[in-house]
């Protein structure tokens, strides 16, 4: 029989970005908080110190950081009358363990999303018409506006401290800056970082072109900072190992160097590590939570924590398959297309070209996780969708991230891919190649969702999530299209040669190769809770004291990377929670 735990206010599932900014946010109000993290503890000193966090072996090939299949994974079918099958290795996206979650390896990338992109069908359907829709495209407003959430994406920008230049201040263009993006009330709270050769070759070519290169956005410390937590970050040092692993030089913002330390402070909150949560349980009239049923690994037994508010913060594909399991929100069905929980399931499509200079050394090693320029000129609101025949926009980008050598020696085409041909080519090229990127939206479909494997079962018996996704057309339409606009300025820079890859026709989504860890929907937001599971405040519509934080919130995915938006969010709703509900317990309207 499972143990039963005193009663805490707040039991908070996940330690990553939004469980670390809940616990702190919610200890504010003297409430008696719990975090249960499924993975390890982990803090800058030890786990990323140097030497050691610098194995490229480690951690970025044997994903040291990264959940392990053979604790949690999903299965996969590209449609409906496929049979799934379980992912047996990480490929396509990489979700992180442990304390921090998939805050310790990201690359820092941090954006806002676009007003049009909050309101996306409102703004399909006002400038374009019904009719631009494709039949299956189940795209939706998120029920909430930039304009509400503008002071919600600064005040988690500067707690990141974010290094970048601003392009639009209160409606006022900024030379240098991204000037299509919806305005914000202040500039960035850093400059930007400084920039490598292959990145400045391309702001170059593209101003040459009439186009507008800005610098990325960047968690990624330019200079020393304290935010309003009194955590202090020092400036990037350009070492080469920002994606995949921990910071050994506390200038990547994450969990550990912007919030742990702070929040441990408060003698209310606490939190316990590898005890994964198994289900939300219910009262009986299935209207509110009374705690959460979780494994303790050390003590091999399942434990009830009562609690009077469930703050789900795991990685969105966990958010909805405890939601499956646990019975919040009608479960979808793509036949009839009917309930919520799993609808909405979208990811990112992403490609690019790699161009090889004989003659010019990029030193690949200097490198940080967002250092680089990018182009918004094909952004959602700048596309005429009626003219291009697809739903969508992105960003392109040339960034320099590392020269690590297993994981970042691109070859021309040619070279063998063994033997001492491949010796040579590998002495030759290494360094001389640099790459564009492009980063685009990836829409939702009727028949692209998750729900619960009716085969495969994980450790405790549950059943597995299953993921049934693949490319539509849409997609494809949008990625040939960014590829046209690419290889141009690709071209105008005189490269030695050059070679593409971006999805086409007919292309099925492959889950073995990285592409991105921007897994989103599931558990969608928006103002009908007949295609929503969440309303404007991430709060359950069924079960009020259940709020869901993070990308499952996202009714299909942006342009860019979700860490901004899920930041911004997560400050929203938690305001609400410490403004309205704590007050007054019961649905936010």
Not at 9 to 31: F, P, Q, R
Not at 211 to 217: A, D, I, K, Y
């Amino acid at each position: 029989m499972a143990r039963t735990d005193p009663k805490k206010d707040v039991v908070i599932i996940g330690l990553g970005w939004t469980g670390s900014m809940a616990g702190i946010e919610l200890a504010k109000e003297g409430l008696e908080i719990l975090a249960l993290e499924r993975g390890a503890d982990r803090d800058t000193v030890p786990d990323f110190q140097y030497p050691n966090v610098a194995d490229e072996l480690r951690y970025g090939v044997r994903y040291g950081f990264m959940q392990k299949p053979v604790n949690s994974t999903l299965t996969l079918r590209h449609g409906t009358q496929d049979t799934a099958l379980p992912m047996r290795h990480l490929g396509s996206f990489l979700p992180g363990d442990g304390v921090g979650g998939a805050g310790v390896h990201w690359n820092g990338n941090t954006w806002r999303p676009l007003a049009e992109e909050l309101r996306l069908k409102s703004y399909v359907t006002e400038t374009f018409g019904t009719g631009i829709i494709p039949d299956g495209m189940t795209i939706q407003d998120w029920g909430v506006t930039y304009e509400e959430l503008e002071p919600y994406f600064d005040r988690f920008e500067y707690m990141l401290g974010i290094s970048g230049q601003a392009g639009n201040i209160n409606g006022e263009i900024v030379p240098g800056g991204n000037p299509f993006e919806a305005p914000r009330a202040r500039d960035f709270p850093m400059p930007p970082l400084q920039m490598q050769l292959g990145p400045r070759m391309f702001r170059d070519q593209a101003e040459a072109m009439g186009l507008h290169p800005f610098p990325m956005p960047a968690a990624n410390a330019s200079e020393t900072y304290v935010n309003e937590y009194g955590m202090q970050l020092g400036p990037c040092n350009y070492c080469g190992f920002c994606e995949r692993y921990g910071c050994l030089n506390y200038s990547k913002s994450s969990p550990q160097t912007c919030i742990m330390d702070a929040l441990k402070r408060y003698e209310n909150f606490s939190y316990r590590t590898h005890c994964e949560v198994l289900k939300v349980e219910l009262a009986e009239d299935g209207k509110t939570a009374t705690g959460v049923n979780y494994f303790d690994e050390a003590a091999q037994e399942e434990v009830f924590q009562p609690a009077d508010i469930v703050i789900m913060a795991a990685y969105s594909l966990h958010n909805t398959h405890l939601c499956l399991l646990s019975g919040i929100g009608q479960p979808y069905d793509a036949a009839s297309g009917t309930g919520v929980t799993g609808r909405n399931y979208s990811y990112q499509m992403t490609g690019g070209t790699t161009a090889f200079f004989e003659d010019v050394e990029f030193n690949p090693f200097i490198g940080s996780g967002s250092t680089g320029y990018v182009i918004d000129d094909y952004a959602i609101n700048q596309i005429d969708f009626a003219a291009e025949g697809f739903v969508g926009g992105g960003y392109i980008h040339a960034s320099q991230h590392n020269g690590q050598p297993i994981r970042n020696l691109p070859l021309p085409a040619g070279v063998p891919a063994w033997g001492a041909g491949w010796k040579q080519g590998a002495k030759d090229w290494y360094g001389h190649a640099m790459g564009v990127g492009l980063h685009g939206s990836n829409m939702a479909y009727r028949d692209c969702y998750l729900d619960l494997d009716p085969t495969y079962t994980d450790r405790h018996g549950r059943p597995l999530l299953r993921m049934t996704f693949d490319w539509q057309d849409n997609d494809t339409v949008l990625s040939q299209f960014m590829k046209s606009k690419i290889e141009p300025v690709v071209e105008a820079m005189n490269p030695t040669s050059f070679q593409s890859s971006y999805k086409d026709t007919g292309a099925r989504y492959d889950i073995r190769p990285y592409q991105s860890t921007h897994n989103v929907g599931g558990t969608a937001m928006g103002a009908d809770p007949a295609t929503s599971v969440l309303n404007r405040y991430q709060q359950s519509w069924d079960v009020h004291n259940v709020f869901a934080l993070g990308a499952g919130s996202f009714p299909q995915n942006l342009q860019y990377n979700p860490t901004g938006a899920l930041g911004g969010l997560a400050y929203w709703t938690l305001d609400a929670i410490r403004r309205d509900y704590l007050r007054n317990p019961g649905p936010l309207v």
